[in-house]
């Protein structure tokens, strides 16, 4: 369970409690909420990138088709907390690891 902090005007805590059922459901639906616009996002753009070789006068290879349909299909296969979590996993360096996003 998450805890609410209340804090005074100068940072400091003044009182700590665990979130009712309810505050916990709001709370978790919200951060479901900004890790889903997040991804969309993230998705959106790898698509903008790639759509250049969607062009007519340019032949597509089988792997970024592949990689256009499954960035495509992330709604339907990523659909719980967890996975958005692992979709917005991010290295060291600030890149994202799971393998949906890696370019062909």
Known sequence: MT?????DKDNNII???DM?????????DENISADLE??????????K???KYALAD???SDEMK??????????TNYTTKEDYKLLLTRNAEGELTHSVWSKP
Not at 38 to 47: Q, V
Request: aromatic share 10%; no cysteine; charged share 50%.
């Open 49 to 51: 990138e790639s759509d």
């Open 66 to 75: 592949d990689y256009r349909k499954n960035l495509r299909d992330i709604p």
């Open 20 to 28: 009712t059922a309810e505050e916990q459901k709001s709370y978790d």
């Open 3 to 7: 805890k609410i902090i209340f804090k």
């Open 58 to 60: 340019f032949t597509m």
């Open 38 to 47: 997040k991804i969309r996002n993230i998705r959106d753009e790898a698509l």
């Open 15 to 17: 009182e700590e409690k």
